[in-house]
């Protein structure tokens, strides 16, 4: 008797494309990297289940095929910033929302900011304002950086050391993005409806680089730097 998940895919797949797909989602390797991944409270990388996995185990081969498996599935195994999770298909989220549960919304300020960060970072407080052509309030950032969706990432090397922004993962998880070169551009926002009225002509949505990729006039952020923005305690004890 044929499994219920073939079902799904003799439409698409050739029978021996099926067959080996089985034999390698019934592996133990796949079978343990299914439950590495579903047990995580957070994604996953492939070094971390390279590490508890069978020596040998093809760990990429293994993802890409659970990732077709359950692509059709109630839940999806997704491919964020190179890591790797569990998250309901998009179209159940009205299915698992609890009931009375609202959505927090952004403040229009916060998801300018929010996008100006995703699209141009590393960005600073004052090219921020650059773009808007107004002022930020600090509490405009505090929401997107309490939210897990920004994060200090560098400090710029010009006077002051201004302290750049960048996207983190939650926020490509919480948009459905595998990396921040998925954003949309001009053409997609168009499309979107998300764009309207006159558009400036030559108007370009810039591409993002990834948001763990220094720029050449951009340091990491140090503890010291952490300590003088509030984030950990002298001596190094994070703040609560």
Known sequence: MSKP??????DVLAPETIALMGDILNSDAARAAEALIFA???PVSEHYLTERLPRGADVPRILAELSRFYAARGVNLVKIDGF??????????FAVRQEGQEPKKLSRAALEVLAIIAYHQPVTRAEIEDVRGVQT???TLDVLLEAGWVKFRG???????PVTFGTTRDFLDHFGLEEIRDL????????????????????SAPIPKSDDELAGDEDP????????????????????
């Open 84 to 93: 790797w999770a569990f998250r309901t298909a998009a179209d159940l989220s």
């Open 137 to 139: 309030s600090k509490g």
């Open 155 to 161: 400090r710029r090397r010009t006077p002051g050391r």
């Open 5 to 10: 998940w073939r079902r799904d895919v003799t």
């Open 40 to 42: 995580s409270a957070n």
């Open 221 to 240: 952020i140090t503890q010291l730097d952490l300590e003088e923005l509030g984030l950990l305690t002298p001596g190094g004890e994070a703040d609560e």
């Open 184 to 203: 949309p551009g001009i053409e997609e926002l168009k499309a979107a409806g998300l764009l309207t009225g006159r558009i400036p002509a030559g108007l």
